[in-house]
């Protein structure tokens, strides 16, 4: 049962984790199949890797060559450093290759809810801090 996100009070106690250690979540599809569909994602989705998650992203691998396929209909939370392209639109706002998006996040996270064996942390130190004006280096501190 997905949660309901206009439904601040809705619990439904089962969630999914979707994580990859590549730094790259991706969505494939045969440019050549005609059809089109909606993709349903109900999860919490983590591009990550060893270290820092620099250019990590969710995208749609053929996104300039597929045609229309509908949206990617996402309830959960996405943890990358990037939302990679998965369609493209014309001026008018018209979907013309790949999908549209439409993600809504899921409250439960911030009450602290997680897909089991979910890399978390709640632990954080700098590691080194640059220049002035220059974001410092965070790594997961030890316990």
Partial sequence: VPPVVTDPNHNPLNVLGLYSANGEIRIV????????????????????????GFRSRIYNVNWNATPVRGMIRHIG???????????VMNAAG??????????????RMMRGFV?????????????????AGVRPVWREGAP
Wanted: net charge negative; proline share 8%.
């Fill in 29 to 52: 599809t045969n440019p050549n199949d005609p059809a089109t569909f909606n993709l349903d994602i109900h999860a919490v989705m983590m591009a990550g890797s060893r270290g820092d």
């Fill in 77 to 87: 939370g996405s943890i990358m450093e990037y939302l990679g392209v998965t369609g």
């Fill in 94 to 107: 018209q979907l013309i290759r790949g999908y549209g998006n439409d993600a809504r996040y899921d409250r």
């Fill in 115 to 131: 897909p089991p064996y979910f890399p978390t942390t709640r632990l954080y130190e700098v590691q080194g801090v640059g220049l």
